[in-house]
């Protein structure tokens, strides 16, 4: 994404909503690597849940990752 990240509308949002949140993070890196949640089940149940940021700050909704890590089962031994 690089520099056409910083013209996109979605991330001045994002970048405002943490700023008005309180959100102080200590601003060290690359910060060009997008990031993403995963929720792996047990045995071969695989992936339940996968969310990959599109654009910066873009954040996966906390009750779909809860739903997700409901659904997992333990692996029979």
Do not use: C
Request: net charge positive; charged share 20%.
């Amino acid at each position: 994404m690089m520099m056409s990240g910083l013209f996109r509308f979605g991330v001045w949002q994002n970048f405002f909503r943490a700023w008005r949140s309180g959100y102080s993070g200590n601003l060290e890196g690359e910060g060009f690597t997008l990031g993403g949640v995963y929720v792996i089940g047990a045995g071969k149940q695989g992936v339940l849940l996968e969310h990959r940021e599109k654009e910066f700050g873009d954040k996966v909704s906390l009750p779909s990752v809860l739903e997700a890590a409901e659904k997992i089962k333990p692996q029979a031994s």
